[in-house]
C-alpha cells in the first residue's frame, strides 16, 4: 500500500516568507508527528497528532511554527517568517495507534527546506 | 537526562563480524521499543521492534530488551557494508535516541 508521503520534496524560501509543508500519512493511521533534523543530527520532535485529541505542541521552538491536520489525514506545518536557523530536513512519520499503543512510526521521504 | 540515550559512535566493524548497538532509557514505565535506520539522506526506516525482556530475531538482526537494567540492544550478525547506516532507537512517543553511525568495512 501507499506510504506516507511528503510535499514538496524540496523547498528553497527567503528569509521572513512564509511556508507550508504537507504529509499524507498512511490510510487508516491516527497518529501523526512531525519531526526536524539538521544536517548531521538527530530528529527533534516538533508536533504530535493523535485522532481527535488537542496536539501535543510541546517540541515546536517558537511561535513562528504551527500545524493542522484536517480530518484526522492530511496535515500542514506552517512556518512563518522563516529564518535561516529553520533550514533543515522536515519530516512526518504516522503510526497505527498513539503513544499509548504499540507505535511503530513510518515517516515520509522528507521535505528539504532551506532558507537563504 | 533524555529519555533514550545512545552512543553517537562511529562504530566501524568488519565486513562478516557482529555489530552491537546499544541504547539506554530512563522511563522505567516503557513497555515498547524500536530500531531504525536512517541511510546518509534518507528517511528513518523501521527494522525492530521489541516489547517484552529478552531476545527478538529477526533474520540476522536480534533485538535485546532488558528492562531491570533500562536497556535495549540490537546486534546485526553478519555485517554488510550495506547496513552501513545510521541507528536511532525509540522509546515509546517520540524520543528517538541521537543515533549510531555504524560503519562496516569491506
Known amino acids: 500500500g501507499a506510504g506516507v508521503s511528503q510535499s514538496p520534496s524540496n523547498k528553497v524560501t527567503e528569509k521572513g516568507k512564509d511556508v507550508e509543508l504537507r504529509c499524507d500519512p498512511i490510510?487508516?493511521?491516527?497518529?501523526l508527528y512531525w519531526y526536524r533534523q539538521s544536517l548531521g543530527q538527530g530528529l527533534e520532535f516538533l508536533i504530535y497528532?493523535?485522532?481527535?485529541?488537542?496536539?501535543?505542541k510541546s517540541g515546536l521552538p517558537s511561535d513562528r511554527f504551527s500545524a493542522e491536520r484536517t480530518g484526522g489525514s492530511v496535515s500542514t506545518l506552517t512556518i512563518q517568517r522563516t529564518q535561516q536557523e529553520d533550514s533543515a530536513v522536515y519530516l512526518c512519520?504516522?503510526?497505527?495507534?498513539?503513544?499509548?499503543?504499540?507505535?511503530?512510526?513510518?515517516f515520509g521521504p522528507g521535505t528539504r527546506l532551506t532558507v537563504l | 537526562q533524555k529519555e533514550v540515550e545512545q552512543n553517537s559512535g562511529p562504530l566501524s566493524v568488519p565486513e562478516g563480524a557482529i555489530a552491537s548497538l546499544n541504547c539506554t532509557y530512563s522511563d522505567r514505565g516503557s513497555q515498547s521499543f524500536f530500531w531504525y535506520r536512517q541511510y546518509s539522506g534518507k528517511s528513518p526506516e523501521l527494522i525492530m521492534s521489541?516489547?517484552?525482556?529478552g531476545d527478538k530475531e529477526d533474520g540476522r538482526f536480534t533485538a535485546q530488551l532488558n528492562k531491570a537494567s533500562q536497556y535495549v540492544s540490537l546486534l546485526i550478525r553478519d555485517s554488510q557494508p550495506s547496513d552501513s547506516a545510521t541507528y536511532l532507537c525509540a522509546g515509546r512517543g517520540f524520543y528517538f535516541g541521537s543515533g549510531t553511525k555504524l560503519n562496516v568495512k569491506p
Open positions: 521489541i516489547y517484552s525482556n
Open positions: 512519520a504516522s503510526s497505527p495507534s498513539g503513544t499509548s499503543g504499540y507505535n511503530e512510526q513510518f
Open positions: 497528532f493523535q485522532g481527535n485529541s488537542a496536539p501535543d
Open positions: 490510510s487508516g493511521h491516527t497518529a
